[in-house]
């Protein structure tokens, strides 16, 4: 066990000893890999871990426990994406006990039937600069395992209307995402049905794109989608581009200030239209 | 049962005749992962793979499927069925297994399903068995493997360079009778070797996970149990577990309106959208994430038993690891089997 681990593990437990939480969301070791965790007693803080392995994004999971006092451990991308969704008002900051831990990259999902066998650094994370949440109640400095920092930046094109027809349809990555909270998401919907459920390439190609752009300026690059993904899309090389795009037009990055504004939620006279 | 044995090079020369008879459905490498696909070279073929990432259900119920078209003044027309003459070659036991609770639930009559039994009347089944199961397998619990399954013509064992050849159905008789020249009775040492195998491969199964399956059918009163609001709290509902399960066979209907006619699709669905049980009045039966979760298991380990004799879980492991939140149905198995 490492030593940020043994240090999340105390603190979980004072956090719930002394209830200033209710609850702590964690990352907790299973059979075949590591899922996230809900702690709600001070003794079962001692299944937390932390590892490389801790990829989904928790702040997905604060939309949902608005009513309760939550301590959460943050990733740097898991603290960008709760920045963007207390300024939407999705969460209330003042319920939140953000337990920042300094993250080195999580590695690539092995799934199943997979060619790959050994443990790779994910893309995303290569490209990642914000290692440590930028709202944080508790700093937790992490060891035990090395960043591989050879970006090796793939920007061959790639070819999208193929990729996405490998699509399934099961909309893990809606489920995934922190910013897809839509009571009736415009995909899923029947009325009016804008994109078909049994549908082709053409539309799987729609439904990607209406998603790209619901979450542009917005997106954090946190990967949840991509590693969720069972067909293995690059989405986050999608969002990524289209992120790029916003910030030469608009001048902002999402998730790194309470303060700054996100430019959809602001209208301005010289705003491009 | 009958034993024959078929060498490496005489197996190519065996895909090779089948890939000119017939539509040969193998495992090849694609996009990163191993996939079941039609091939268009027998030399893609890949037979030391692991498991492919989607389950060969897809080609009997595939996602996306042209039920009728309908014409104001013709009235309904029904479309043709392909590749009815088909192969599955190489794949897994428990793959192969999850082929015949389908068969068990979907050609079952009254209410049999035309559209899948055309394709999967005609289909020949080649089962290749598992050396090396992976982490994720419990194949062993519901007896769909590791060396062999139900559901299949023949199963294919690798022995020491060569391949054990088991005969299962009539079917697998006659197809060995058309290729007689390619295999040769199994010799006594390879016979011993291939009996070493079986038992190592069960006794390593049985190490890993080993339950008393008929007790599963008490999981039918089990609602409410905290067990399934603890995985709730985790669960995404997205459809990984059911779109790449090998038996999920939910379904759902759409019909669009293409120029001057009416087509009617049929696809996947799943028990764990939360739109599933969802009514037009706005009542909905399963309206929690628990409710479905436990609905999901129930379904398959006690209900699917007691209405068709068959296990709706054939241990293949891809639900297991391909949840993006971890969530476990061997944890249920070991809980209440």
């Given at each position: 066990m490492s030593?940020?681990?043994k240090?999340?593990?105390?603190l979980a437990?004072?956090?719930l000893?002394t209830?200033?939480?209710q609850?702590?969301?964690?990352?907790?070791e299973s059979?075949v890999?590591?899922?996230p965790?809900f702690?709600?007693?001070?003794q079962?803080?001692e299944?937390?871990v932390w590892?490389p392995?801790?990829?989904?994004?928790?702040a997905?999971?604060l939309?949902?426990?608005?009513d309760s006092?939550v301590g959460?451990?943050?990733?740097g991308?898991d603290?960008r994406a709760l920045?963007e969704?207390i300024?939407?008002?999705q969460?209330?900051?003042r319920?939140?006990?953000i337990?920042a831990v300094?993250c080195?990259?999580?590695y690539?999902p092995l799934?199943?039937g997979?060619?790959?066998q050994?443990?790779q650094?994910?893309?995303?994370?290569?490209?990642?600069?914000?290692?440590?949440?930028?709202i944080?109640d508790?700093?937790?400095r992490s060891?035990?395992?090395?960043?591989?920092?050879a970006?090796d930046?793939?920007e061959?094109?790639?070819n999208?209307?193929s990729?996405?027809r490998k699509?399934?349809r099961c909309?893990a990555?809606?489920?995934?995402?922190?910013f897809?909270?839509c009571?009736?998401?415009?995909i899923?919907?029947?009325k009016p049905?804008?994109?078909?459920?049994?549908v082709?390439t053409?539309?799987?190609?729609?439904?990607?794109l209406?998603?790209a752009?619901?979450?542009?300026?917005?997106?954090?690059?946190?990967?949840?989608?991509?590693s969720?993904c069972?067909v293995e899309i690059?989405?986050?090389?999608?969002?990524?581009?289209l992120?790029?795009?916003?910030?030469e037009?608009?001048?902002?990055i999402?998730?790194?200030s309470?303060e700054q504004a996100p430019p959809?939620?602001?209208?301005?006279e010289?705003?491009?239209? | 049962m009958?034993?024959?044995?078929?060498?490496d090079?005489?197996?190519?020369i065996f895909?090779?005749?089948?890939f000119?008879?017939?539509?040969l459905?193998?495992?090849v490498?694609?996009?990163g992962?191993?996939e079941?696909?039609r091939?268009s070279?027998?030399e893609?073929?890949?037979l030391?793979y692991t498991?492919?990432?989607l389950s060969?259900?897809?080609l009997?119920?595939?996602?996306r499927q042209l039920?009728?078209k309908?014409?104001?003044k013709?009235g309904v027309?029904?479309?043709?069925e392909?590749h009815?003459n088909?192969v599955?070659?190489?794949v897994?036991?428990?793959?192969a297994s999850?082929l015949s609770v389908?068969?068990s639930?979907?050609?079952?009559?009254?209410y049999?399903?035309n559209f899948?039994e055309?394709?999967?009347r005609?289909?020949?089944?080649?089962?290749?068995?598992?050396?090396?199961?992976?982490?994720?397998c419990?194949?062993?619990v519901?007896?769909?493997?590791p060396?062999?399954?139900?559901?299949?013509?023949?199963?294919?064992?690798?022995v020491n360079?060569v391949?054990?050849?088991?005969?299962?159905?009539?079917r697998?008789?006659?197809?060995?009778?058309?290729f007689?020249?390619?295999?040769t009775?199994?010799?006594r040492?390879?016979?011993?070797?291939y009996?070493?195998?079986?038992?190592?491969?069960?006794?390593?199964m049985d190490?890993?996970?080993?339950?008393?399956?008929k007790?599963?059918?008490?999981l039918?009163?089990e609602?409410?149990?905290?067990?399934?609001?603890?995985?709730?709290?985790?669960?995404i509902?997205?459809s990984?577990?059911?779109f790449t399960c090998?038996?999920?066979?939910c379904?759902?209907t759409?019909?669009?309106?293409e120029?001057?006619h009416?087509?009617?699709?049929?696809?996947?669905?799943t028990?764990?959208?939360?739109?599933?049980?969802?009514?037009?009045?706005?009542l909905?039966p399963r309206?929690?994430?628990?409710?479905?979760?436990?609905?999901r298991f129930?379904?398959?380990?006690s209900r699917?038993p007691?209405?068709?004799?068959t296990?709706?879980?054939?241990?293949?492991?891809?639900?297991?690891?391909?949840?993006?939140?971890?969530?476990?149905i061997?944890?249920?198995?070991?809980?209440?089997?």
């Open positions: 030593s940020s681990e240090e999340l593990r105390r437990r004072r956090l000893e209830e200033v939480v609850l702590v969301i964690g990352y907790e059979e890999g590591v899922r965790c702690i709600h007693k001070p079962e803080a299944r937390l590892n392995e801790c990829r989904l994004n928790l997905r999971y939309r949902d426990l608005k006092r959460v451990v943050m990733k991308c603290g920045v969704l300024k939407e008002n969460v209330d900051r319920n939140v006990f337990i300094e080195n990259g999580v690539k799934k199943y997979s060619l790959r050994e443990r650094i994910s893309e995303y994370c290569k490209r990642c600069e914000v290692r440590l949440s930028p944080r508790y700093v937790i060891d035990g395992f090395a960043f591989n920092n970006s930046n793939d061959k094109p790639l999208w209307l990729i996405f699509c399934l909309m990555c809606i489920r995934s995402c922190p897809c909270y009571t009736e998401c415009s899923e919907g029947f049905a804008l994109v078909h459920k049994l082709d053409m539309e799987l190609f729609t439904f990607h209406t998603r752009l619901h979450i542009v300026g917005r997106c954090v690059e946190c990967g949840a989608c991509e969720s069972p690059p989405l986050t090389r999608l969002y990524r581009e992120n790029q795009w916003f910030k037009n608009y001048n902002y999402p998730g790194l309470l959809p939620l602001v209208f301005k010289r705003d491009r239209t | 009958t034993l024959l044995s078929i060498t090079e005489k197996l190519r895909v090779r005749e089948l000119s008879k017939r539509v459905f193998a495992p490498k694609r996009n992962y191993f079941f696909s091939l070279n027998p893609d073929i890949i030391n498991n492919t990432r060969p259900k897809r009997f119920l595939p996602q039920l009728f309908y014409y104001p013709k027309t029904q479309e043709s392909e009815s088909a599955l070659f190489g897994r036991p428990c793959d999850a389908l068969d639930i979907l050609l079952k009559l009254p049999k399903d899948y055309n394709r999967r005609e289909t020949i089944v080649i089962s290749l068995s598992c050396i090396k199961p992976m982490a994720e419990f194949c062993n519901f007896e769909t493997g060396i062999r399954g139900t559901g299949e013509d023949l199963t294919l064992t690798p360079k391949f054990i050849v088991e005969v299962r159905t009539p697998g008789m006659m197809i060995v009778e058309d007689g020249k390619l295999f009775e199994a010799g040492e390879i016979l011993e070797e009996k070493i195998l079986i038992r190592e491969a069960v006794n390593e190490r890993r996970l080993r339950i008393d399956k007790k599963l059918i008490g039918e009163k609602i409410g149990e905290e067990f399934f609001q603890l995985n709730a709290q985790r669960c509902e997205c990984i577990c059911s090998p038996v999920c066979y379904f759902e759409e019909d669009f309106l120029g001057d009416y087509s009617r699709f049929r696809g996947w669905d028990c764990v959208h939360p739109l599933f049980t969802k009514m037009a009045s706005g909905d309206s929690t994430k628990a409710d479905r979760i436990y609905h129930c379904h398959k380990l699917i007691l209405a068709f004799n296990y709706g879980c054939v241990g293949c492991g891809r639900c297991v690891s391909l949840c993006p939140t971890g969530i476990d061997k944890e249920v198995l070991e809980k209440w089997g």
